[in-house]
């Protein structure tokens, strides 16, 4: 094995045991109430664009349906899937991406930690 090879291992090596121990803290960063999330989820009439699981609505397709949220790469294409990323999604998504059609609901700070709770379920 080359040196080179041999360093690649290495950072490979503690990025993943970085990543590990650095798992729950990510996870809990949103410190939300995902029954709270969803019951925001259903005040703001998010299913009038989305598929929501456990929200009831009208069949849509403005928006992407949000089945599978936790497990998706990225936020609209843009942002990493992170709890923070999510909030600050959810604050202001013409922010993040001026080419969104999602609106600016005005989330309180409190509600968006609430909605990516709820979301962060959908696995």
């Not at 360093?7 to 809990?28: C, H, K």
């Not at 600016?104 to 409190?110: A, D, F, G, K, W």
Request: aromatic share 6%.
């Amino acid at each position: 094995m080359n040196a080179t090879t041999a360093t690649l291992q290495r950072l490979a090596t503690r990025f993943g045991i970085g990543l590990l121990f650095a798992w729950p803290v990510l996870v809990s960063a949103a410190g939300g109430d995902a029954e709270l999330g969803r019951r925001a989820i259903e005040r703001y009439a998010c299913v009038a664009c989305h598929r929501i699981p456990g929200i009831p609505g009208p069949p849509s397709d403005v928006g992407p349906p949000l089945d599978h949220m936790a497990r998706r790469a990225y936020i609209a294409g843009v942002l990493g899937n992170t709890p923070a990323n999510m909030e600050r999604w959810l604050r202001d998504p013409p922010a993040v991406d001026p080419r969104t059609a999602m609106p600016n609901l005005q989330l309180s700070e409190r509600e968006a930690r609430d909605v990516a709770a709820y979301l962060a379920t959908l696995r």
